[in-house]
């Protein structure tokens, strides 16, 4: 859709998000839009973005940064404004620069991140915690097998997911039982500080003679992230910073075993409290405990993770929240 979307005059929804940033709102969006008119104005600057240009009873602001500021900008009288705090912005300038008596409710993904907002700023605003949702049709279920792969991926090979430190910890595991197999999938990118980091990587699997078991693999489309998921049996996570961790939620809803990193930024243990470790010693000693599990063990549990996250984050129960927020509150 283009930026403008003229071609109603009135809107349930107005949705706010930079060009190509408005991809985490998309599962709620899509539930809603099933009852609700919604207007999409997806500007690249903000000289794009127009007060004239809205024409939703409520507008939803994605990300607290440039777009929220100005918005912020005018007092809506007639229209319900609620901005969404994804992470990163916590600690950017935006905080202070955003109109926050113009902004009707802040809405978080992570409770520890809406901790951390009231206590670092004086902001006298309506707050709530929803966590991300996931379209569950996007992700079939695969039957577990007797393999030890585990799947680590994200959009691209960031330091902060912790793959060396992943890497690491895998060559101690395959030191105590060498049948297990670990894939770390993600885009490849030409910045620089990443181009760095998958090398790093590269020459510690090198250096410990972890090529038989560690794959670095190169996503150059979705498709790839779907038979990566049908392809293992369990998804890990070392990652230093996540405020809901999107692909671990879709490695347990295709029906993979878990394993996440608690000792990171942000506490996981609400989201993912069955599947979190909080010391090394208690990580290995689940994953090695997960490879003597027997194939009916690992099908139940299997059943119960996706089961999970259709119960808890599936768009159709967060889009029910949204909707009690939005229109009956």
């Known amino acids: 859709m283009g930026i403008f979307n003229l071609h109603k005059e009135k809107y349930d929804i107005t949705f706010i998000s930079k060009e190509g940033s ?7 969006l899509v539930e809603l839009e099933k009852k609700y008119t919604v207007q999409y104005l997806y500007p690249k600057h903000k000289y794009q973005y127009n007060h004239w240009q809205v024409k939703g009873d409520i507008i939803w602001v994605e990300w607290a940064h440039k777009f929220a500021r100005e918005v912020s900008k005018k007092k809506w ?16 300038m935006y905080m202070d620069s955003i109109k926050w008596e113009n902004i009707d ?9 809406e901790a951390q907002f009231k206590s670092k700023f004086d902001i006298n605003i309506e707050s709530i915690t929803i966590p991300n949702a996931i379209d569950i049709s996007q992700f079939s279920y695969t039957m577990p097998t007797k ?25 101690k595991i395959v030191q105590i039982n060498p049948d297990f197999r670990l894939t770390i999938a993600a885009q490849y990118s030409i910045n620089r500080e990443m181009e760095y980091y998958i090398n790093e ?34 998804i890990i996570s070392y990652s230093e910073s996540e405020s809901f961790h999107y692909s671990f939620a879709e490695g347990l809803l295709s029906g993979l075993e878990g394993f996440c990193k608690n000792w990171q930024e942000f506490d996981l243990e609400c989201f993912w409290k069955d599947w979190c470790f909080d010391n090394e010693q208690d990580f290995i ?27 808890n984050y599936s768009s159709s129960v967060i889009s029910n929240v949204y909707e009690e927020i939005l229109f009956f509150k």
């Open 147 to 171: 393999e030890n792969t585990l799947l680590s991926y994200s959009l691209n090979f960031d330091y902060r997911k912790g793959y060396k430190k992943l890497i690491e910890l895998f060559y």
């Open 201 to 234: 990587c590269k020459e510690y699997i090198v250096k410990n003679r972890l090529q038989e078991v560690v794959n670095l693999h190169i996503i150059n489309n979705d498709n790839e992230i779907l038979d990566l998921l049908n392809d293992h049996n369990a």
């Open 77 to 92: 009288k007639h229209k319900k404004v609620i901005v969404r705090l994804h992470r990163y912005e916590i600690d950017t």
């Open 105 to 113: 409710l802040l809405i978080f993904v992570n409770p520890e991140l």
């Open 285 to 311: 000693r689940a994953i090695l405990k997960w490879r003597n599990a027997s194939i009916e063990d690992r099908i139940t549990r299997s059943k119960k993770n996706r089961e999970y996250i259709i119960n």
């Open 22 to 28: 408005g991809h985490f709102a998309k599962p709620i």
